[in-house]
């Protein structure tokens, strides 16, 4: 029994495709573009945090130049001061790393649940294509899907690389501004100082 040629065919290729191309940067985003923006994202406050020590380095020499202590005590003390901060910054934060870690992996299951879907139901429009003997160039359409996925790959790593990490969207003078308005806020409401 032959199949019946028919411009459906059309169809079940873009279904295919979008298929493919779903999948793939479903997959790119969680094993690459993540760790991307991850690293991005710490070298941007690397980068603030400089500016900031800039700003306040001549007042960081004056309290810590009226000291009789040795340059290496100075260091040990700004040291332990930074080590306590993250101690107590990590231990406060914990509720928060986890309510974010639990967003994230809900987020993940989601992304996993909804590539699942989107190949099963590709998966279900060939299958109904093939049971109605509508001719579909499944072969050709796989080969032409895995080729579109390469360039998309391609355009997408390029893009990270080329483009998105060397984008610096975290302003240092925004990010101050920020902070102090956030500082006087904070005093206004808590009556401090």
Same mark, same amino acid.
């Given at each position: 029994?032959?199949?019946?040629?028919?411009?459906?065919?059309?169809?079940?290729?873009?279904?295919?495709?979008?298929?493919?191309?779903?999948?793939?940067?479903?997959?790119?985003?969680?094993?690459?573009?993540?760790?991307?923006?991850?690293?991005?994202?710490?070298?941007?406050?690397?980068?603030?945090?400089?500016?900031?020590? $800039? &700003? %306040?380095?001549?007042?960081?020499?004056?309290?810590?130049? /009226?000291?009789? =202590?040795?340059?290496? +005590?100075?260091? #040990?003390?700004?040291?332990?001061?930074?080590?306590?901060?993250?101690?107590?910054?990590?231990?406060?934060? $914990? &509720? %928060?790393?986890?309510?974010?870690?639990?967003?994230?992996? /809900?987020?993940? =299951?989601?992304?996993? +649940?909804?590539? #699942?879907?989107?190949?099963?139901?590709?998966?279900?429009?060939?299958?109904?294509?093939?049971?109605?003997?509508?001719?579909?160039?499944?072969?050709?359409?796989?080969?032409?899907?895995?080729?579109?996925?390469?360039?998309?790959?391609?355009?997408?790593?390029?893009?990270?690389?080329?483009?998105?990490?060397?984008?610096?969207?975290?302003?240092?003078?925004?990010?101050?501004?920020?902070?102090?308005?956030?500082?006087?806020?904070?005093?206004?409401?808590?009556?401090?100082?």
């Amino acid at each position: 029994m032959s199949c019946k040629e028919n411009k459906l065919k059309n169809i079940i290729s873009v279904v295919i495709q979008v298929t493919f191309i779903f999948t793939f940067l479903t997959v790119f985003f969680f094993l690459y573009v993540q760790g991307v923006e991850k690293t991005e994202f710490q070298n941007q406050l690397y980068i603030i945090v400089d500016d900031l020590m $800039k &700003d %306040n380095k001549d007042e960081l020499r004056k309290i810590l130049g /009226k000291s009789t =202590l040795t340059n290496n +005590q100075k260091y #040990v003390l700004i040291a332990g001061a930074i080590d306590m901060m993250e101690e107590k910054i990590s231990q406060d934060a $914990k &509720d %928060n790393i986890q309510s974010v870690n639990e967003q994230n992996y /809900k987020t993940k =299951l989601k992304a996993l +649940q909804y590539m #699942v879907i989107a190949i099963l139901g590709a998966i279900l429009l060939v299958n109904i294509f093939i049971l109605f003997n509508i001719c579909i160039p499944l072969e050709y359409q796989i080969k032409e899907a895995m080729i579109v996925i390469i360039f998309v790959g391609l355009t997408e790593f390029c893009f990270l690389q080329l483009i998105a990490s060397r984008y610096i969207s975290a302003n240092p003078n925004d990010i101050k501004r920020t902070i102090g308005v956030a500082i006087e806020k904070w005093i206004q409401d808590n009556n401090k100082i």
